[in-house]
């Protein structure tokens, strides 16, 4: 069965930094793209970075260019987020997701655009 499984959330400060890692079971993930999303309390769901199958080419969300870092690890199946210099906007329950479509010939950063999904995982930075 394909699973996707988001670690590494936690309470920290402004500032600070974490790395989530998604665990990635059960399917050929390694043939699709995969992106992390994220969530905060009454808003829609986020698309924040996605990164290619060969972990070649990654993607951002604008105005976290350059804080938060997107990689794979092709040998062990997992995607990871590092965030840097975390701010307190930044709070939100992280997903890690696989796009749909291995043949997307474009970035996908619609939510429902990506078939498989994690359970998520809370990331709260306190000011």
């Known amino acids: 069965q394909a699973q996707l499984v988001e670690s590494g959330g936690g309470l920290v400060q402004a500032g600070d930094s974490l790395t989530l890692s998604c665990a990635t079971s059960?399917?050929?993930?390694?043939?699709?793209?995969m992106a992390w999303f994220r969530q905060a309390p009454g808003k829609e769901r986020e698309w924040v970075s996605g990164?290619?199958?060969?972990?070649?080419?990654?993607f951002y969300e604008e105005s976290l260019q350059g804080r938060f870092f997107i990689f794979r690890d092709l040998v062990k199946n997992t995607v990871s987020l590092q965030m840097n210099n975390l701010k307190p906007e930044d709070t939100a329950v992280y997903f890690c997701?696989?796009?749909?479509?291995?043949?997307?010939?474009?970035?996908?950063?619609?939510?429902?655009?990506?078939?498989?999904w994690g359970q998520g995982t809370q990331v709260t930075v306190s000011s």
């Open positions: 997701a696989a796009d749909s479509d291995r043949d997307r010939s474009y970035v996908a950063r619609r939510a429902d655009e990506y078939l498989y």
């Open positions: 990164i290619t199958r060969n972990g070649a080419g990654a």
């Open positions: 059960g399917g050929h993930f390694s043939n699709l793209f």
